[in-house]
């Protein structure tokens, strides 16, 4: 069974950084894309980005490229979402998500793991 852990949120400044770790159990790591989304309060989960297994290729949300990077350890079983320049409105629960018909655009993910809190305070 694949099960996703999510760690690394917390508290940020504005304008400072924080760095997200999803490890992936149940070996499909490196056959599906994978993708991080959020949640903020009172608002519906969006997409943020998305990575291939095969190519490395990425894909952002507008509203957070150039801030935000997505990688991949395929060895290690790690997704990573690296946050820079953060802001007040990058407030919310954190996502990582997969599943074998998961697309870079951020549809088709079935599998998520239970969330990690990131606060970004003015």
């Known amino acids: 069974q694949v099960q996703l852990a999510e760690s690394g949120g917390g508290l940020a400044q504005a304008g400072g950084s924080l760095s997200l770790s999803c490890v992936v159990s149940?070996?499909?790591?490196?056959?599906?894309?994978m993708g991080w989304f959020r949640q903020a309060p009172g608002k519906e989960r969006e997409f943020v980005a998305a990575?291939?297994?095969?190519?490395?290729?990425?894909n952002y949300a507008d509203s957070v490229r150039g801030r935000i990077t997505i990688s991949r350890d395929n060895a290690k079983n790690t997704v990573f979402l690296q946050m820079n320049s953060l802001k007040p409105e990058d407030t919310a629960v954190y996502y990582c998500?997969?599943?074998?018909?998961?697309?870079?655009?951020?549809?088709?993910?079935?599998?998520w793991g239970q969330g990690t809190q990131v606060t970004v305070s003015s």
């Open positions: 149940g070996g499909i790591f490196i056959t599906w894309n």
């Open positions: 990575i291939s297994p095969y190519t490395g290729a990425t």
């Open positions: 998500a997969t599943g074998p018909s998961a697309r870079l655009g951020g549809s088709g993910y079935s599998i």
